[in-house]
């Protein structure tokens, strides 16, 4: 019996640590609606132009979001959790052109590799089964 690392373990401890990158960044944010719901929604408008969030709100979308990424986390019907975590990275990555082309902030480029790795973890997620709690 060898105990040679496979691909297929190689692949799925790779996929795995991806999802957990993805889901602290993600967890960051969210966390920031939740405890500073001021700042997140300053966010909202500055970068998606969408103003007048009060409090409840941004408080109500932290929860909705935890529950999707606690789910993407969990490797929880992925097809929606893991294209819910693609779109709303892909969204605030597009939004902060200005970061990359006016205002240019080099912390905001870190969002690319990101971007990558959200949208990897979508084409493969059959793949993904390491610490996952679905059945498949």
Known sequence: MSSEITSTDRIKWSLFLLRLGVFIVMFA???DK???PDHAAGVF???YLIGGLGH???MLIGVIELLIILAFLGGLWKRY???FVLLLHGVSTF???KQYTIDINLL????WPMLAACI??????DMDRKFTLSRK
């Open 81 to 83: 959790t893991y294209g």
């Open 34 to 36: 939740l405890v500073s």
């Open 95 to 97: 939004s902060s052109w």
């Open 29 to 31: 944010w969210t966390i």
């Open 56 to 58: 409840e709100i941004m």
């Open 120 to 125: 990897a973890l979508y084409l493969l997620r």
């Open 108 to 111: 905001f480029f870190a969002a």
């Open 45 to 47: 408008e500055n970068f």
